[in-house]
């Protein structure tokens, strides 16, 4: 019995600091959007060093051909 003036505290302050946490987490954003990094892993990143070498490629093409 004297357990239980213990443990009964205890375990509602537990219970008080997950609700807490719970709504801290909901105002701060953290459940905002749930779909989009799911999805987003199966989309590749685009690589800056793959777009500047296409334009490269793009201003040698044009320096090669002749003007008519």
């Given at each position: 019995?004297?357990?239980?003036?213990?443990?009964?505290?205890?375990?509602?302050?537990?219970?008080?600091?997950?609700?807490?946490?719970?709504?801290?987490?909901?105002?701060?954003?953290?459940?905002?959007?749930?779909?989009?990094?799911?999805?987003?892993?199966?989309?590749?990143?685009?690589?800056?060093?793959?777009?500047?070498?296409?334009?490269?490629?793009?201003?040698?093409s044009?320096?090669?051909?002749?003007?008519?």
């Open positions: 019995m004297p357990a239980l003036y213990i443990l009964i505290p205890v375990a509602i302050a537990l219970v008080a600091f997950a609700i807490w946490l719970f709504f801290w987490a909901v105002d701060s954003g953290q459940y905002d959007d749930l779909d989009s990094p799911a999805h987003s892993i199966l989309f590749d990143d685009e690589d800056p060093l793959h777009k500047a070498g296409v334009e490269q490629a793009k201003e040698s044009k320096q090669d051909k002749p003007d008519a």
